[in-house]
């Protein structure tokens, strides 16, 4: 949260304000997410939350970051060419 908060490269997170080096809370951010914590912990966060009558869903959203993004979209639209067309002949 501090590096999307402020703005600051991982190698200039203070250590003494997140209790590590940056290098280190980023390399804890990418393991943790290459073994699937996040998912687990949200799913887990939503039992607790629904076991604890707390989960209100008339209140509730969802945005980008929890929809995969196909490439190029699903569209009956044509698409339009990326190929050069020559110019006419004015002769």
């Known amino acids: ?3 999307l908060r402020t703005g600051v490269a991982w190698r200039d ?3 003494e304000t997140v209790g590590c080096s ?3 809370a980023w390399r804890r951010l ?3 997410t290459e073994a699937g914590v996040w998912p ?3 799913a887990t966060l939503l039992t607790e939350l629904r076991r604890a009558g707390s989960l209100d869903l008339d ?3 969802a945005d980008g970051s ?3 993004a196909l490439k190029g979209g699903i569209t009956s639209a044509p698409r339009p060419s990326t190929v050069p067309v020559p110019a006419p ?3």
């Open 1 to 3: 949260m501090f590096v």
């Open 13 to 15: 997170v203070p250590a």
């Open 22 to 24: 940056g290098v280190t």
């Open 30 to 32: 990418r393991d943790w």
């Open 40 to 42: 687990n912990l949200h």
């Open 59 to 61: 209140d509730c959203s």
């Open 66 to 68: 929890h929809v995969r």
């Open 89 to 91: 002949r004015t002769t």
